[in-house]
């Protein structure tokens, strides 16, 4: 599972701003994200890019199966 935690700031409306009506929360804020059970947990990676958290959670590569002589 992941855990996401942050606070979105209020934003501040300047004069020439024009809004109707604004419905973004502010605040505190947190998210639990379950990973995939084929999730390699050694390799997830995050960044940030304008303001957008950007998860990658690669795949376990398949394994084959040992071919044993007799």
Known sequence: MICIEGKRKKKVIGPNDKYLQTERRNGPF???????????????????????LILTMPKVEAQQAAVVKI
Do not use: N, Q, S, Y
């Not at 947190?30 to 957008?52: F, N, Q, S, Y």
């Open 30 to 52: 947190k998210r639990a994200l379950k990973m995939p059970a084929t999730c390699d947990t050694e390799k997830i990676a995050a960044k940030l890019e304008d303001g957008m």
